[in-house]
C-alpha cells in the first residue's frame, strides 16, 4: 500500500541524511521525498510517499519517530488529506506542435512559463496522477526535459502537524 | 568565565561526574589532551587502539549503569573507533563519545586525517553532532550525555573541530536540558497493565522471558519480585543473564540458538508469554514463521516502540521504563493477589519433565580438558561472584551457558554484534570500575588477538584481570558450523601459528600459565585468583579441540527443532 507521510524534523545540517539514511538503512522503499523549511525556521517539513504492507508502515512511523530530531510524524493516508506535486516540463513549439501544446496545456489548466521560437516551459501541479496523465498526452518526441518535484501533502480540515 | 573549547570539555565532563575517559591522544585532540593533563579529577587510561578505548567505556558502563567516555582523533582514531560505537548501539549502552575533527575551515577539503566522522557513525549512534561553534560546546554536551543515558539508552558522538577547541566563550553548563524532539515514555499506559494482569492472571502456561532491559533499567529486583509473586517459570537472553538468580527453581535459562532444552520448548508452548526488555531476536526465536505457528498471546513491555510488533506480532504492548512497568504490576498484583498457582501446576509438571533431560549434561574426560568443566570451575573457584567480560564464539556460549550468574552486571558480552575482541577491554573497564572485584575474562585464541596489545595497558594500570582462555586452536563457532552443515570443510577456521601466551603474558610483565590437564584447572585457577590475586594472569587452557557447544538450533530451524548433543547429527 501507498502511504504519504509528513514529519517535522530540526532544521540542522544532516537532518535529511538521518531520515534518507533510515530508508535505505533498513530497506524500506521511497518513491519520492521532498523537504523544505517551515514557516518556523528552525524547522524542516519532509513529506515522503513509500510504499509497504501494515506492518512495514508501522515500522517506519515508529523508526522515523525513534530519531532524535524527529519532533512529529503523520501518515497522512490515514486521514483526508490533499496531495500536490509540481511538473516542470520543457517541450518542443514548432510547427503544429506550438498550437497544440497550448491547448493541451489549457485542458489540464496549465501555465506556460517561458517561451522561446522553438520551446515553452510548462508548469503543472496535480496529484500524482494528474501529472502522469499530462506526461502522457503529449508526443514523447515533444518532450525535452521534465522535472517533477515529488509530492507535497496536508490533512483537509482541522488537523494540523505543528508542534 | 571565559574558557576555551577544550577546558569546556573537561569542565562539562567534570559536571556529569566522569571519573575514567578511555582515549588516544593524536594531532585533533592536541588542546583537549592539554586541557585534561592540566586537571586531576577525571583519569584518562592509555589504551593501545581505539577500538579498545570504545569496548573499555563500554564495559565499564556495562558493569555500573554509568555513561561511558572515550576520547578519539580525526580520521583513523574515529573510523578505528566503529566497531565499539556499533557494538555499543547493538546492546543499547550508554557512551559519550569525542571525537576530534580537522579545523572546520579545512571540512571538506580532504585534509590530513579528516573523515566525515558524523556521516560514518550516523546509523551506528543513537544520535551525535558536529559542533562548529564554541558557543554550542556546553549544550551539545549536556544533550549527548542526557541522550546516551535516558530512554532506549545507547552511544552518542560528539565530534569538536580542533579550531572549536581553542576558541573561547563564556562557559555556563545548563542543569536541565529538555528537547522538544525527544521525550521517551517512562510509565507505561495504566489501562494497558491493568490488561497484562488479567490476561496473566488466567495464563495457564504463562512464561516470562526478558532480555537486556531489565538489566539496563535496574529492574532485576523488580523482576524477580514479580516472578516469584506470579510463580511463573523465566528464561532470559543472552543480555539478560544474572537478571535473574540462576540458582532459583522458576528459572529454566536461556533460550534460543544455544538454549536450553527446558526454556525453548517453554517458549514454544506458553499460551502467555511476558516479554520484558527484550526484542525477539533471530538467535532467540529462530524462524518467524515456525514460532508463530504456536499460538500465544504476547505481552511486551518495551522503552522502544520500535521493538515492539517488529518481528513478532504482539498483542499487547506496553510502552515505558521496564522498571516503572514491573513496580505498577507488583502494585497491582499485591493490592488484589490471587492464588494462580493450581491452574499452572500442570504446566510446572511437564517443564520438570523436560528440565528432566538435563540437557547440559556433557561427558568428562581424563586426558581432555572440557571447556565446560573449565567454566564450571571458574564458578566454583569464584564463588559466583566474579565479573566475567566474555568474547565472541564457543567460549561466550559455554560461558553463559556455565557460569550461573545471581545478579546483575557481571555479565559483559557483545549480544547484538557480537564483536570479537571486546572480552579484555570490557574487563579492563570492569575492573577499573571495581578495583576490588574478581574480574575474568573468559575468550578464545581467536578473539583474544583481535585486542590482545590492551595487555600493554592493563600492566600500565596493574589490572588484575584472568584471562582464561579456551584455546582449541579453531574458530570454534566456525569450525562447528563447518563440521554440521559444510561438509567438514573447515576453510579458514584453523588457527595456525600461535604465539606461546605464556610467554607473551610474561613478556607485557604479566602472570602467565598453561594448562593441559583436567586435573590442574582447579588448582591453576586457584593460584589465579589468590596467590596471583593482584597480578594479570592469562591462563591458557588447551581445551579439547571437537567440542562443540549444545544445544544448538540450526539456523533457519525452529524452537523445538533442537540438536541436544553429537548424537542427533
Known amino acids: ?163 | 568565565m571565559v574558557l576555551t573549547g577544550a577546558e569546556i570539555l573537561i569542565r562539562c565532563l567534570q559536571e556529569e561526574k566522569v571519573e575514567y575517559v578511555f582515549g588516544y591522544p593524536g594531532g585533533a585532540v592536541l588542546y583537549l589532551y592539554d586541557a585534561l593533563f592540566q586537571q586531576d579529577d577525571i583519569r584518562h587510561i592509555l589504551v593501545r587502539h581505539e577500538q579498545a578505548a570504545i569496548h573499555a567505556a563500554d564495559g565499564y558502563a556495562r558493569s555500573t549503569q554509568k555513561v561511558g567516555v572515550a576520547l578519539v582523533t580525526s580520521g583513523p582514531g574515529a573510523t578505528n573507533a566503529v566497531t565499539g560505537i556499533a557494538t555499543a548501539y547493538c546492546d543499547s549502552i550508554p557512551l559519550v563519545v569525542i571525537s576530534g575533527q580537522t579545523p572546520t575551515p579545512t571540512i571538506g577539503q580532504d585534509a590530513f586525517q579528516e573523515v566525515d566522522t558524523v556521516g560514518i557513525t550516523r546509523p551506528c549512534t543513537k544520535h551525535n553532532f558536529l559542533v562548529r561553534d564554541v558557543k554550542d560546546l556546553a549544550i551539545t554536551l549536556k544533550k549527548a550525555f542526557y541522550l546516551a543515558a535516558s530512554g532506549r539508552p545507547g552511544p552518542v558522538l560528539v565530534d569538536i573541530p580542533k579550531d572549536v577547541s581553542i576558541a573561547r566563550c563564556e562557559f555556563n553548563y545548563p542543569r536541565e536540558i529538555a528537547m522538544r524532539s525527544y521525550n521517551p515514555v517512562i510509565q507505561g499506559n495504566v489501562g494497558q497493565i491493568k490488561k497484562a494482569m488479567q490476561v496473566l492472571r488466567a495464563a495457564h502456561r504463562p512464561l516470562i522471558y526478558f532480555g537486556g532491559g531489565v538489566i539496563l533499567s535496574n529492574a532485576a529486583n523488580e523482576l524477580t519480585h514479580l516472578a516469584r509473586l506470579l510463580g511463573v517459570p523465566v528464561i532470559n537472553t543472552l543480555m539478560g543473564l544474572g537478571g535473574y538468580p540462576a540458582s532459583d527453581r522458576q528459572y529454566l535459562g536461556m533460550p534460543g540458538m544455544h538454549g536450553t532444552y527446558e526454556a525453548n520448548m517453554a517458549m514454544h508452548y506458553s499460551d502467555v508469554l511476558l516479554a520484558v526488555g527484550a526484542r525477539f531476536d533471530d538467535r532467540v526465536i529462530g524462524n518467524v514463521d515456525h514460532f508463530a505457528s504456536a499460538t500465544r498471546k504476547i505481552i511486551h513491555i518495551d522503552i522502544d516502540p520500535a521493538s515492539i510488533s517488529k518481528r513478532v506480532k504482539v498483542d499487547l504492548p506496553i510502552v515505558g521504563n521496564v522498571r516503572d512497568v514491573l513496580i505498577e504490576m507488583i502494585h497491582r498484583f499485591e493490592s488484589r493477589p490471587s492464588s494462580g498457582g493450581e491452574s499452572i501446576a500442570e504446566w510446572w509438571t511437564q517443564i520438570e519433565s523436560w528440565r528432566a533431560r538435563k540437557c547440559l549434561d556433557y561427558k568428562l574426560s581424563p586426558e581432555l580438558i572440557k571447556p565446560q568443566f573449565v567454566i564450571q570451575k571458574l564458578w566454583e573457584v569464584t564463588q559466583g561472584e566474579a565479573i566475567v567480560a566474555s568474547d565472541v564464539g564457543q567460549h561466550q556460549m559455554w560461558a553463559a551457558q556455565y557460569y550461573r550468574f545471581e545478579r546483575p552486571r557481571r555479565w559483559l558480552n557483545s549480544g547484538g554484534l557480537g564483536t570479537m575482541g571486546v572480552g579484555l577491554p570490557y574487563a579492563m573497564g570492569a575492573q577499573l570500575a571495581h578495583p576490588e572485584a574478581q574480574v575474568a575474562c573468559v575468550t578464545g585464541e581467536g578473539s583474544i588477538q583481535m585486542n590482545i596489545q590492551e595487555l600493554s595497558t592493563c600492566s600500565q594500570y596493574r589490572l588484575p584481570i584472568k584471562i582464561c582462555l579456551l584455546n582449541n586452536r579453531y574458530l570454534g563457532m566456525v569450525r562447528q558450523w563447518q563440521q554440521m552443515f559444510h561438509g567438514q570443510r573447515y576453510s579458514g577456521s584453523y588457527m595456525d601459528s600461535l604465539p606461546d601466551f605464556v610467554k607473551l603474558a610474561e613478556s607485557y610483565g604479566h602472570v602467565g600459565i598453561r594448562v593441559d590437564k583436567p586435573a590442574d584447572v582447579e588448582s591453576a585457577l586457584r593460584e589465579a585468583f589468590t596467590q596471583h590475586r593482584n597480578e594479570l594472569v592469562f591462563l591458557d587452557f588447551q581445551i579439547d579441540r571437537s567440542e562443540n557447544v549444545y544445544p544448538m538450533i540450526q539456523g533457519g530451524k525452529g524452537l523445538t527443532e533442537m540438536i541436544l548433543s553429537s548424537e542427533d547429527l
Open chain 1, 1 to 163: 500500500m501507498r502511504h504519504v507521510i509528513s514529519l517535522l524534523i530540526e532544521n540542522e545540517s544532516g537532518a535529511l541524511s538521518r531520515v534518507s539514511g533510515l530508508f535505505s538503512a533498513r530497506g524500506y522503499n521511497i518513491e519520492s521525498l521532498t523537504a523544505a523549511p517551515t514557516e518556523d525556521a528552525s524547522l524542516s517539513r519532509i513529506t515522503i510517499v513509500t510504499a509497504g504492507s501494515d506492518d512495514i508502515i508501522e515500522q517506519i512511523t515508529k523508526q522515523l519517530n525513534k530519531l532524535v530530531d524527529v519532533v512529529k510524524v503523520l501518515d497522512l493516508s490515514e486521514t483526508a488529506h490533499i496531495e500536490r506535486e509540481l511538473l516542470l516540463a520543457k517541450v518542443c513549439a514548432t510547427g503544429p506542435a506550438r498550437e497544440e501544446m497550448k491547448r493541451l496545456g489549457d485542458i489540464f489548466r496549465a501555465r506556460i512559463i517561458d517561451v522561446t521560437e522553438a520551446t515553452y516551459v510548462i508548469e503543472l501541479t496535480g496529484n500524482q496522477a494528474k501529472l502522469d496523465a499530462f506526461i502522457g498526452a503529449i508526443d514523447p518526441a515533444l518532450i525535452l526535459e521534465t522535472v517533477r518535484s515529488g509530492i507535497c501533502g496536508i490533512a483537509r480540515g482541522d488537523r494540523v502537524l505543528k508542534v
